[in-house]
């Protein structure tokens, strides 16, 4: 009885924290909305330039029914998120083994030190060279931009379990390898998550950059190809279209993470 109750109090409060939360997600782009649309209709810039808001929602069913919007939008997707899942695998087990193994440290950490700061994308000609204007080069342009970011984020989540923990599990005669996964690896994911947070909209632009410089499809050479012809409502569609993939993929990393690692809340990380 009392915990109905509770719950019937409660409920206008989660109600009134999903609204303002739905508030504070939607008023920034309502108010760039409106600013854009001021400027289209005051005339100080030409629609060549600047076309009004009404005139891009406008392109959006004739290049949906053309088949411009989702097949650009899937290839480019798939580019990024196997690029991804590839970084992950690689920077998780290197992030780890360089936690665990002291030889590996040695030999890693210079290489990360070194390539961690340095602007990836400046490699793409050489990917291009190597593997074409198809998927392979751009999933792996993808895969080596992301993965020093998981390197770094799953080795301190790695350096950061408690020493007691390990020692009383090595006390119990656990092996490594079940130290490993039971101990370190569920104590690293929230670290993990975070370095994915951060590689995501990486991705995105790494995969929609290499298409707009080498083509092979995607949203990148539908942008460019649109450009080219001074299909200006067109471009401000896909401009959009790429910013909300990472708005979207933003809010799908947060509700993986909430319900793959429940008992740490996001501010936590």
Known sequence: MESAAGGAVNAPARLGQSVWRAVKFT???????????????????????????????EQFWPLLVGGEIVKPLAV????????????????????????????????????VSFAFPAPKIAFMPIFILWFGIDDVSKILLVAFTCVFPIIVSTYHGATAVSRTVIWSAQAMGTSERTLLRRVVLPATLPYIFTGLRVTVPVALITAYTAEMVAGGGGLGSALMFAQRFFQTP????????????????????????????????EEDA
């Open 76 to 111: 480019s997707l798939w580019r990024a998120f196997g690029g991804l899942v590839l970084a992950l695998v690689i920077g998780a087990a290197a992030g780890l083994a360089m936690a665990r193994m002291r030889w590996v440290r040695w030999g890693v950490d210079p290489v």
């Open 27 to 57: 008023y920034p782009i309502a108010l760039v909305v409106l600013a854009w649309a001021i400027a289209a209709r005051s005339g100080w810039v030409r629609p060549l330039f600047l076309p009004s808001p009404q005139a891009v929602a």
């Open 234 to 265: 067109a471009v401000f569609l896909y401009i959009i279209l790429m910013l909300l993939s990472g708005v979207v993929l933003d809010q799908v990393m947060l509700a993986a993470r909430s319900r793959l690692i429940p008992w740490q809340p």
